[in-house]
């Protein structure tokens, strides 16, 4: 990674709880990395001639039903007949649906081009969105929604001051993985219509990390820093969203991880990333600096942005900051505004 600094001077506002300050901030530059046609009825034939000798078909009488008598036998065909005399021979079928009652007919088919229509209530029950949680190692939430009657469209998906955008797939299923920030976790989903469908879980062993997230709307851009126990950027100690570890404990239990939550395709996106340190687990003493880095973009240079960070506590819900930062002009719109000191250290004591 390059790390050749570009120091400017730029003007940063943060809104930190109740309080509004601006302070001069010093940039560096790191590279990162149609209907269904009618159908056609064929012509009718030429009836056929009347054939010659043919015995009528008795039908039973409405009130002897089940009693329909054989129709008469004709004459065999004589050896050396013809076809045609054979055919003509064979008396003519008249249709007895007519003759029969109601009970014995059995239901009408239904007419050509009819589809089965579903009633309100299954219709109803086929389309209700089912979501189910689950917990994995690293006090991470697994969130699997099941919504067939919302297949390939955004959803919002909250969970304790978390909000990040989802695309289902064509069938309707969405899994992701949230980081939890609360003990008694509660995970909704949110589409079009404020039609909504959470589910909740346990998760005690949250008590053993320390998470902090940053998180924004549309096309601001930040990146998130952790660096642990005196790393360097760019170093292998700099957990960030291009270097993310892993939510798998090792032996030492000496690294933290990153999580990148929120699809950026759909239509206004929501964006978050968590970091999280197992503090509870770890072996290392020493501490975890912070550091937001504003990005500056042709789409977010020369304006404000805004975000939000959350802080887990053990006892209570995460607490939120609000964050404004007034970006350089276009002149050089790349680089980044790092925003140091707007998150305190994470304090490991270990063993």
């Not at 020369?302 to 007034?326: H, W």
Request: hydrophobic fraction near 45%; glycine fraction near 8%.
């Amino acid at each position: 990674m390059n790390l050749v600094r570009k120091v400017s001077v730029v003007a940063a506002t943060f809104l930190i709880a109740a309080a509004t300050g601006q302070f001069m901030q010093s940039t560096f530059h790191r590279s990162q990395p149609a209907a269904a046609p009618a159908p056609v009825t064929p012509p009718l034939a030429a009836p056929a001639a009347k054939p010659a000798q043919t015995r009528p078909v008795q039908v039973a009488s409405l009130e002897q039903p089940g009693k329909l008598p054989l129709p008469l036998a004709s004459a065999p065909a004589r050896d050396g007949g013809s076809i045609d005399a054979l055919r003509s021979a064979i008396p003519a079928m008249q249709p007895l649906a007519g003759a029969l009652p109601a009970a014995l007919r059995g239901p009408a088919p239904p007419a050509p081009g009819a589809t089965a229509r579903a009633k309100p209530e299954t219709a109803a029950k086929v389309c209700l969105p089912r979501a189910s949680i689950s917990v994995d190692e690293g006090a991470i939430l697994h969130f699997r929604l099941d919504a067939p009657c919302h297949a390939a469209q955004r959803v919002v998906i909250r969970h304790g001051g978390l909000a990040f955008t989802e695309l289902t797939d064509a069938k309707g299923m969405l899994d992701v993985k949230i980081p939890a920030m609360q003990e008694d976790a509660r995970v909704t989903a949110m589409f079009a219509g404020n039609k909504t469908v959470s589910a909740t879980t346990t998760v005690p062993e949250l008590s053993l990390y320390d998470r902090v997230a940053v998180e924004w709307v549309g096309k601001d851009s930040f990146d998130l820093h952790a660096l642990e126990f005196g790393a360097a950027f760019g170093s292998a100690g700099d957990i960030w969203a291009q270097n993310p570890g892993s939510a798998t404990p090792n032996t030492t239990a000496v690294e933290g991880f990153m999580t990148v939550l929120g699809n950026r395709s759909v239509t206004l996106p929501m964006l978050a990333q968590v970091y999280t340190y197992p503090t509870g687990l770890s072996t290392e003493g020493g501490k975890v600096k912070l550091v937001i880095d504003a990005v500056i973009t042709p789409e977010t240079c020369g304006r404000e942005m805004l975000a939000e960070t959350l802080r887990t506590r053990r006892d209570a819900a995460p607490k939120k900051t609000d964050l404004s930062v007034a970006m350089p002009d276009c002149s050089h719109p790349d680089g980044y505004v790092q925003l140091a000191g707007l998150l305190p250290d994470i304090q490991v004591a270990g063993e």
